[in-house]
């Protein structure tokens, strides 16, 4: 079964905290979190983790903050429910991580958890051309829709009609983004009209 991870890309950000970003190139950094507030009297922050791989920040050595270029060291880790408590070289005092709030936390794409086989990350998926088993174009995936029990791949044609398919195996057999396509069984009502 095909499995999809929602870290985020840095190029874009989400029209929501819980959207992924859309861009068709691989991005360097993938979004991990955002800071949410202070812990404690030191400097240390929380993070709301973004990431389906909670217990990966536990072994990062750098991050990321809002726009800079250049990472920070991540001395010390511990996770609380969907927070990551860090803390961070340059970071001293309250009023920093204050300064700092709703800040996204970014790590280097080498840096991410690795996948299993047939699983992928959002941006991979995100501008894959749909095609039907037999070859015909169906549209593009623009968005992916998280429901909890599966993923709901949005897919939009020339005409701008949105078809929404449910990322299950029996619907999605095949994703290819090294071939930049995805292979769909398109479901069919059966129900009385």
Same mark, same amino acid.
């Given at each position: 079964m095909t499995d999809v991870r929602p870290d985020y890309e840095p190029e874009h950000e989400?029209?929501?905290?819980?959207?992924?970003?859309?861009?068709?190139?691989?991005?360097?950094?993938?979004?991990?979190?955002?800071?949410?507030?202070?812990?404690?009297?030191?400097?240390?922050?929380?993070?709301?983790i973004y990431s389906h791989f909670p217990d990966n920040i536990l072994q990062l050595e750098k991050i990321y903050i809002g726009d800079a270029s250049e990472p920070r060291a991540v001395s010390r880790s511990r996770l609380k429910d969907n927070l990551a408590i860090m803390? #961070?070289?340059? $970071? /001293?005092?309250? %009023?920093?991580?204050?300064? &700092?709030?709703?800040? *996204?936390?970014?790590?280097?794409?080498?840096?991410?958890?690795?996948?299993?086989?047939?699983?992928?990350?959002?941006?991979?998926?995100?501008?894959?051309t749909a095609l039907t088993e037999e070859g015909e174009q169906v549209g593009t995936v623009t968005d992916?829709?998280?429901t909890?029990?599966?993923? #709901?791949?949005? $897919? /939009?044609?020339? %005409?701008?009609?949105?078809? &929404?398919?449910?990322? *299950?195996?029996?619907?999605?057999?095949t994703i290819d983004p090294e071939a930049g396509t995805m292979i769909i069984r398109p479901l069919r009502y059966s129900g009385e009209d």
């Open positions: 989400p029209e929501n905290e819980e959207q992924d970003a859309v861009s068709q190139e691989s991005p360097q950094r993938l979004v991990i979190g955002r800071i949410t507030s202070p812990h404690g009297v030191r400097g240390e922050l929380r993070m709301y803390r #961070v070289e340059g $970071i /001293t005092s309250r %009023e920093m991580v204050d300064e &700092l709030r709703d800040e *996204l936390v970014r790590i280097d794409l080498e840096d991410a958890a690795p996948l299993e086989e047939g699983e992928f990350y959002h941006f991979e998926i995100i501008g894959l992916i829709i998280e909890g029990a599966n993923d #709901v791949y949005v $897919i /939009t044609d020339d %005409e701008g009609a949105e078809t &929404l398919i449910p990322a *299950l195996e029996a619907v999605v057999p």
